[in-house]
């Protein structure tokens, strides 16, 4: 009997974790949507919040810059400080974020930190435990955590932003580690990884103070200390924020010309004049649009054509089939194909070019391992060569890349470019050839045999 009663208590334990398991993933998905950021932010204004450190402070001096006279932006000019999470102050300064939050609506934050974080701990043994040990990465690791699921739960939509190269060695290798913990963190609760350690650095992955800005001009970026940003180096760091948020912006957009994306009033401001027209409906059929507008689905009443636009009516045909019947005659079937009206917003969302602020289309897949257990797919789309043809697909295994990168095959140089390191650089003419242009000299013509004494030379008869 003891042996049944733990064979239920651990059947009871799997099902509880199978019944949680859910709940939890929900949790962290919810109030994001199909786009990172709502497409309905309160008043239409999307209110921007920076948190963090020093370098925060510089990311928001560049972003004010760069996208403060956006009109669906409202960005916040002082900074959320968060310096550390390391240390004991970081408990209060999390917890005032969080009743922050309660009170203020923020929409996006952008999120800086880590320089003063490059330091040991202190563990329950006693000991210090260096950057990057598992003591150390334990405990960054769930801080970490602790500050992202605060801002989850707030609905907001955050961009993480990574520690750039540093002059120092050992501070180089310090950032490199927290930029790990900070990538998988992001990935695993879902928000933004903004990689700002190969912006600024050279072409062999090293520390550079300068670098192209914005503009491209070479520009000082870095200031004395190796760590902080010049003014030109805060914009371009702001840069790689701007260009992930513009494009979630613009999905968002998108999203909202969805119809049936929101509820009846945020509809009403998408399209005035269909609201306008639902609210001039009286009687039964108000009645039937009010129930309907309850279950996401508001019944509008017929456009006049001047308002439709370019939509497209429904329209029914019919056709004939003969088929043979039971008893072997032939029988004429009618069959009516029904199709419905298109709205002129579902076929401009359809036949809309793809904008340059839209993420390009998907490429071949690579993968590649990681700490944790944890798979990162990269993406490598081929340039169109404009021919307007498609080439045709080859397979994965055979693709330049692949050979090269993954399997490690040196690539066959071509003539003349180079890598070719062949002997004579360029081709000379044969000997056979050179010779029959130019006849030999007198001196090296082969003389007749001189015949041999006693012997006749005559041909026998």
């Given amino acids: 009997m003891r042996w049944r009663s733990g064979l239920v208590v651990a059947l009871l334990s799997v099902l509880a974790a199978l019944v949680g398991a859910p709940t939890s993933v929900r949790a962290q998905d919810e109030g994001l949507g199909a786009s990172y950021v709502t497409p309905f932010p309160t008043g239409d204004v999307y209110q921007v919040a920076v948190i963090g450190d020093w370098l925060a402070e510089g990311v928001l001096d560049g972003l004010v810059e760069l996208m403060g006279g956006d009109a669906r932006l409202q960005i916040q000019r002082r900074r959320w400080p968060l310096m550390t999470l390391l240390r004991s102050e970081h408990v209060e300064d999390i917890r005032e974020i969080e009743q922050r939050l309660k009170k203020e609506t923020v929409n996006v934050a952008v999120v800086m930190l880590g320089v003063q974080d490059r330091t040991s701990i202190r563990t329950q043994s006693g000991k210090r435990a260096p950057v990057g040990s598992d003591e150390w990465k334990g405990t960054y690791v769930a801080r970490v955590d602790k500050l992202m699921k605060v801002l989850k739960q707030a609905s907001v939509a955050v961009y993480w932003v990574g520690l750039p190269v540093m002059r120092r060695a050992d501070a180089n290798e310090d950032a490199q580690v927290q930029n790990e913990v900070f990538r998988e963190r992001a990935y695993l609760n879902g928000i933004k990884f903004i990689d700002s350690f190969a912006g600024f650095a050279d072409e062999q992955g090293g520390y550079s103070a300068h670098g ?151 490429g071949d897949q690579i993968a590649d391992q990681i700490s944790s257990g944890l798979t990162v797919l990269s993406s490598i789309t081929p340039a169109s060569d404009g021919g307007g043809l498609a080439k045709a697909k080859m397979s994965p295994a055979q693709t330049p890349y692949f050979r090269v990168l993954v399997k490690g095959e040196r690539p066959a140089p071509r003539k003349g470019r180079a890598d070719d390191h062949s002997w004579p650089r360029f081709e000379e003419p044969a000997p056979a050839a050179a010779g029959a242009a130019e006849p030999p000299p007198a001196s090296a013509v082969t003389p007749p045999p001189r015949p041999q004494s006693g012997r006749s030379t005559r041909p026998r008869g």
Avoid: C
């Avoid at 000082?220 to 260009?243: C, M, P, Q, S």
């Avoid at 439709?308 to 019947?325: M, P």
């Fill in 212 to 362: 192209p800005d914005v503009t491209g001009k070479q520009r000082l970026l870095r200031d004395d200390d190796g760590i902080h940003f010049t003014e030109a180096g805060n914009r371009k760091l702001a840069y790689f924020v701007e260009r992930e948020l513009s494009r979630d912006l613009t999905q968002a957009r998108n999203e909202r010309s969805v119809p049936l994306a929101g509820s009846e009033s945020e509809q009403a401001r998408i399209n005035p004049a269909k609201a306008a027209a639902t609210q001039g409906v009286r009687g039964p059929q108000a009645a039937d649009a009010g129930k309907a507008g309850q279950w996401g689905a508001a019944v509008v009443p017929a456009v006049p054509p001047a308002a439709a636009g370019s939509e497209q009516k429904a329209e029914n045909s019919r056709i004939a089939l003969k088929t043979i019947g039971a008893g072997g005659r032939e029988e004429v079937l009618n069959i009516e194909i029904v199709r419905p009206a298109i709205p002129a917003s579902i076929i401009a969302h359809v036949a809309r070019r793809e904008s340059p602020d839209k993420p390009s289309a998907m």
